[in-house]
């Protein structure tokens, strides 16, 4: 069984930063990877952003592509969305997903406005 914790959300400003974490817990036999990254506005359906594979291969939605960067580090068991020109369109609670075991994380909150 997996556990997965998010953190690093919070309140940014139009054009600014955040890296968010995803770190996982549980059986340690069990590879982060594949993890994605998906997000869910008030009012709206979650939308995928990013996943990463074991292989190192990653995929993005057409709408962060190019802004967001998904990495991670195996030994950390921790996977990383890096958020640029963040704009009022991202706010959004983040949740990161290990797609082998069908996990969820609790999300955290992003605020992007002035």
């Known amino acids: 069984q997996v556990q997965l914790v998010e953190s690093g959300g919070g309140l940014v400003q139009p054009g600014g930063s955040l890296r968010l974490s995803c770190a996982a817990s549980g059986s340690i036999f069990i590879s982060i990877y594949p993890m994605g990254w998906y997000r869910q506005a008030p009012g709206k359906q979650r939308e995928f952003l990013a996943t990463?594979?074991?292989?190192?291969?990653?995929m993005y939605a057409d709408s962060v592509k190019g802004r967001f960067t998904i990495s991670g580090d195996s030994a950390k068991k921790t996977v990383y969305l890096q958020m640029n020109s963040l704009n009022p369109e991202d706010t959004a609670v983040y949740y990161c997903?290990?797609?082998?075991?069908?996990?969820w994380g609790q999300g955290t909150q992003v605020t992007v406005s002035s």
């Open positions: 997903y290990h797609a082998s075991t069908k996990t």
């Open positions: 990463k594979t074991g292989d190192g291969t990653t």
